[in-house]
């Protein structure tokens, strides 16, 4: 995929990738990080604007809830994927987890994944993760356009 894309600083261990967004609403700094989920398998994909930053604890906060409105949504979206296709070659075996923080979101995120699904499964496998609304345990299928999902799963091929 060749859109484009802010440039990365990449922590040490390749698991916190940081960007800054620059748009209307000005410089913001943007944080994508990879964290093990109780399945050490699967990997969650946390992205956001980084606040509450203390540098001399080396901690920060991931805000995935605010919408910053600076006119680059596309230019941040393409900068997440170049962040996963980098994770992704470092940790092939790790499934990664994603959903937005809102059901528009996860739906955005679906529709970015339909229109570039021809070139995304040549490099990975591509799952929506749905939940049965009787038992509500989760399980995932093979991805499809036309579902709504409440995340999804992808993991390098």
Do not use: H, W
């Not at 393409?78 to 470092?90: D, H």
């Amino acid at each position: 995929m060749d859109y484009p894309k802010y440039d990365l600083k990449v922590s040490s261990n390749s698991t916190i990738f940081e960007f800054i967004s620059s748009g209307k609403q000005g410089n913001i700094n943007k944080v994508i990080k990879y964290t093990l989920m109780q399945n050490p398998e699967i990997v969650n994909l946390g992205f956001g604007d980084k606040i509450n930053i203390n540098e001399s604890k080396g901690t920060f906060d991931i805000d995935d809830v605010n919408t910053t409105n600076n006119g680059d949504r596309n230019i941040i979206l393409a900068t997440v994927a170049n962040a996963t296709y980098i994770y992704t070659e470092i940790y092939p075996d790790k499934f990664i987890f994603f959903s937005g923080s809102c059901k528009i979101r996860t739906r955005l995120y679906r529709i970015l994944i339909s229109s570039n699904y021809n070139e995304l499964v040549k490099t990975f496998f591509i799952f929506g993760i749905l939940q049965n609304p009787i038992t509500g345990k989760y399980y995932n299928v093979s991805f499809r356009n036309d579902t709504n999902f409440i995340g999804f799963l992808i993991k390098r091929k």
